[in-house]
């Protein structure tokens, strides 16, 4: 089974920032990996597919990537809209959440 | 547009068995992968298995004893069926729409609080 490690659990950051979000796989993962962005009291929302293939409608500061067992969510650029809780996913395993908040 | 919508009890007693209904509309439930997901309060998501339209089913080995995943087309519905449950089994469970080519999920329903308690 694939073990996630997400980093950090709790990222504090202001309007503007570049934020990073880190998922470390126990193996190498190629392109299983997905990203979600969570509200409080909604369903996840796909973000990115196939570690680094942008949904339709989501904005461009969103950008996904992998290196190894290395996997990473940045936000270029932290809109309001963007404070909430945010999951890595690969096949049937989530990283445990990174909730941004102010 | 692809829509989901969770329905079964809020609130099932330990030891019983947990049942919910997931109805898609906006396209068939045919010829996809279907999963379903659940989020423990205060805890992360955890993939509780997915099933074909088929039938075929893949469960999350931790659960795998006490899941049961079905799928009716002709009502365009999927089926949980929980045995046995405890306290940890509270959660809000989802449906969503597998996309297997990648294994991610591109469609969720809103989601339904189960709660086990006497």
């Known amino acids: 089974d694939i073990q996630l490690t997400q980093s950090p659990s709790t990222l504090s950051a202001s309007v503007g920032d570049r934020v990073t979000i880190t998922c470390r796989a126990s193996?190498?993962?190629?392109?299983?990996v997905a990203w979600y962005q969570q509200r409080p009291g909604k369903a996840p929302k796909l973000l990115i597919s196939?570690?680094?293939s942008l949904e339709s409608g989501v904005p461009s500061r969103f950008i996904g990537s992998e290196s190894g067992t290395e996997l990473t969510l940045t936000i270029s650029s932290l809109q309001p809209d963007d404070f909430a809780t945010y999951y890595c996913?690969?096949?049937?395993?989530f990283g445990q959440g990174t909730k941004v908040e102010i | 547009q692809v829509q989901l919508q969770e329905s079964g009890p809020g609130l099932v007693k330990p030891s019983e068995t947990l049942s919910l209904i997931c109805s898609v509309s906006?396209?068939?439930?045919?010829?996809?992968?279907w999963s379903w997901i659940r989020h423990p309060p205060g805890k992360g998501l955890e993939w509780i298995g997915h099933?074909?339209?088929?039938?075929?089913?893949n469960y999350n080995p931790s659960l795998k004893s006490r899941i049961t995943l079905s799928i009716d087309t002709s009502k365009n519905q999927l089926s949980l069926r929980l045995t046995s449950v405890t306290a940890a089994d509270t959660a809000v469970y989802y449906c969503?729409?597998?996309?297997?080519?990648?294994?991610?999920?591109?469609?969720w329903g809103q989601g339904i609080l189960v709660t086990v308690s006497s």
């Open positions: 099933i074909y339209s088929s039938g075929a089913t």
């Open positions: 996913q690969v096949i049937g395993t």
């Open positions: 196939k570690a680094f």
């Open positions: 193996q190498i993962v190629s392109s299983w």
């Open positions: 969503a729409r597998l996309v297997f080519e990648g294994y991610y999920f591109d469609f």
């Open positions: 906006g396209g068939s439930i045919s010829s996809d992968y």
